[in-house]
């Protein structure tokens, strides 16, 4: 029997995954800044700083939030390097389209 993998969103095992990523889906586009994570797990208290991006112009369409469910394969790496961190801070995640496009993270001892 295979060993069933748990999605901490979808199993509801995780409150502060799920709230990140609804967080996520109504930024829409724009950056959170300094995400602690504790345990594998973020940190939502103190909340990061969320900086909400707005074009203007032709292109402009104010965002719509996706579902938080199901989570998409952006979600899914994003928790994965959430969990690889371990204890730290995040230092940006970049958002577009109400999913996690980048993060950056400072190595610490990194050689």
């Known amino acids: 029997m295979q060993g069933r993998q748990t999605n901490p969103v979808a199993d509801r ?18 950056t959170i800044h300094g995400l602690r994570v504790a345990g594998g797990r973020p940190v939502l208290d103190p909340f990061p700083r ?16 996706r579902p938080t469910l199901p989570l998409r394969d952006e979600d899914q790496q994003l928790l994965a390097v959430i969990a690889a ?27």
């Open 13 to 30: 095992h995780d409150a502060a995954a799920a709230a990140l990523i609804a967080l996520i889906r109504r930024l829409g586009f724009g």
């Open 85 to 111: 961190v371990g204890d730290g801070v995040i230092d940006q995640i970049e958002v577009r389209h109400g999913l996690p496009f980048r993060l950056c993270r400072t190595l610490e001892n990194a050689t």
């Open 50 to 65: 969320v900086v909400q991006e707005t074009k203007f112009g032709p292109e402009f369409r104010p965002a719509r939030p």
